[in-house]
């Protein structure tokens, strides 16, 4: 095997990427050329099936230019809180800690964890406390962050998060079995990122 392993290495550093980036994809759906011939020869009077791509409308074009305004669309699994929304900026409380996403940031997707998501337009700022979610950030300045359940801040009560905290820190501390200790976990996690929200 050890033998072998210098003619791997050696036709790896050869070998070249083949799959285009995101960002070097056109906009607009095209076909596939070879499928669409090979699909003309296997069953000539059919028309070739469409990937879901061929459905969806198409995406804006990169910019040459950074643009001056962030644009937001926020969804919940209910409602959409932001919808084309143009912005200075979002704080995102990504998995990997607070991610502030401007104009003209590099396509990243990333995952939320509870915690506040601040939404910047010039000197206002709206806060809101997510639960959990993702975010995808687009090259061309889009951004949509999904989220399972979110609150404007100043609508949390809290007297209420602080007995959340007190009695799923109680479920934790007298949990017999896995789930039990899981669901308390979660409860704990969730009412601990919402006091620091509050009180930070």
Same mark, same amino acid.
């Not at 995406?59 to 209910?78: C, D, E, G, H, W």
């Not at 308390?184 to 969730?190: E, F, P, R």
């Given at each position: 095997?050890?033998?072998?392993?210098?003619?791997?290495?050696?036709?790896?550093?050869?070998?070249?990427?083949?799959?285009?980036?995101?960002?070097?994809?056109?906009?607009?759906? =095209?076909?596939?050329?070879?499928?669409?011939?090979?699909?003309?020869?296997?069953? !000539?009077?059919?028309?070739? !099936?469409?990937? !879901? $791509?061929?459905?969806?409308?198409?995406?804006?074009?990169? !910019? %040459? %230019?950074?643009? %001056?305004?962030?644009?937001?669309?926020?969804?919940?699994?209910?409602? $959409?809180?932001?919808?084309?929304?143009?912005?200075?900026?979002?704080?995102?409380?990504?998995?990997?800690?607070?991610?502030? =996403?401007?104009?003209?940031?590099?396509?990243?997707?990333?995952?939320?964890?509870?915690?506040?998501? $601040?939404?910047?337009?010039?000197?206002?700022?709206?806060?809101?406390?997510? %639960?959990?979610?993702?975010?995808?950030?687009?090259?061309? $300045?889009?951004?949509?962050?999904?989220?399972?359940?979110?609150?404007?801040?100043?609508?949390?009560?809290?007297?209420?998060?602080?007995?959340?905290?007190?009695?799923?820190?109680?479920?934790?501390?007298?949990?017999?079995?896995?789930?039990?200790?899981?669901?308390?976990?979660?409860?704990?996690?969730?009412?601990?990122?919402?006091?620091?929200?509050?009180?930070?």
């Amino acid at each position: 095997m050890f033998r072998h392993g210098s003619r791997f290495l050696s036709k790896a550093s050869t070998m070249r990427w083949r799959r285009p980036f995101a960002t070097d994809l056109s906009a607009e759906y =095209v076909a596939d050329s070879k499928f669409v011939e090979a699909w003309s020869k296997t069953i !000539p009077n059919v028309e070739p !099936p469409k990937t !879901p $791509s061929a459905f969806m409308a198409p995406r804006p074009a990169t !910019p %040459s %230019s950074i643009p %001056s305004k962030l644009t937001v669309n926020f969804v919940l699994p209910y409602s $959409s809180e932001l919808s084309g929304k143009e912005v200075d900026m979002v704080i995102i409380p990504a998995t990997t800690g607070q991610m502030g =996403v401007l104009p003209g940031h590099v396509a990243t997707i990333a995952e939320l964890k509870p915690g506040v998501l $601040s939404v910047h337009e010039g000197n206002d700022v709206n806060k809101y406390f997510v %639960s959990g979610g993702f975010a995808f950030v687009h090259a061309n $300045s889009f951004a949509d962050i999904i989220a399972i359940e979110a609150v404007p801040l100043d609508r949390i009560d809290p007297n209420l998060v602080q007995k959340g905290l007190t009695e799923f820190t109680q479920k934790l501390s007298t949990a017999s079995t896995d789930v039990e200790k899981a669901e308390a976990q979660i409860g704990v996690d969730v009412h601990s990122a919402l006091n620091a929200a509050l009180t930070g």
